[in-house]
T-cell receptor
């Protein structure tokens, strides 16, 4: 089952504009991660934010996390045509004594971003 | 460092057959996870292996199985293939930092088509 709901499902912008994608989740988390996937290929890890962090930056990426609202947002500034891809949020549940959360991420349905040159 | 390598890249099988997919993780990564990606269900966790032991399993029928070798390479097997098994199968490896918070490194996947 999918934990995350992403919004919007599709986003179309011009090069140079900012792109914002939102993600909501249902249960408590250890961290939330964002991944990018180019058509038919594997996922590339973009950024990880821990449950006790509120904001994180990496290059043109800015991620926020609001655990009280169980939501996160990914902002891509000054978008480029090469940013065209699907973007997924994924949550890792808190680790239990058996460590059975290892390796298991629960993904949202993704946002398809198209950046026009 | 070489990335996660999955073979083969594409597979076409018929219903009732079985298939084996292979994954070589990044050197030094001992955790290997498998995911299924379909347009309808999205990305779903299949299982995770660490030191040749399956530690976690998703909600898939017993036709889906896997194993990990002493060099951390992993295989997954799907028996008695059904049309609904057509999907992109993704393998991911992780270094496993203490306390979790370890990103996954994905391969480019194996595209399985069942006819």
């Amino acid at each position: 089952s999918q934990q995350g709901e992403e919004d919007p499902q599709a986003l179309s912008i011009q090069e140079g504009e900012n792109a914002t994608m939102n993600c909501s989740y249902k249960t408590s988390i250890n961290n939330l991660q964002w991944y990018r996937q180019n058509s038919g290929r594997g996922l590339v890890h973009l950024i990880l934010i821990r449950s006790n962090e509120r904001e994180k930056h990496s290059g043109r990426l800015r991620v926020t996390l609001d655990t009280s609202k169980k939501s996160s947002s990914l902002l891509i500034t000054a978008s480029r045509a090469a940013d065209t891809a699907s973007y997924f949020c994924a949550t890792e549940s808190p680790l239990n004594a058996g460590g059975t959360s290892y390796g298991k991420l629960t993904f949202g349905q993704g946002t398809i971003l198209t950046v026009h040159p | 460092k070489a990335g996660v390598t999955q073979t083969p890249r594409y597979l076409i099988k018929t219903r009732g057959q079985q298939v084996t997919l292979s994954c070589s993780p990044i050197s030094g990564h001992r955790s290997v996870s498998w995911y299924q990606q379909t347009p309808g269900q999205g990305l779903q966790f299949l299982f995770e292996y660490f030191s040749e032991t399956q530690r976690n399993k998703g909600n898939f029928p017993g036709r889906f199985s896997g194993r990990q070798f002493s060099n951390s390479r992993s295989e997954m097997n799907v028996s008695t293939l059904e049309l609904g098994d057509s999907a992109l199968y993704l393998c991911a490896s992780s270094f496993l930092l203490p306390g979790g918070n370890s990103p996954l490194h994905f391969g480019n996947g194996t595209r399985l088509t069942v006819t």
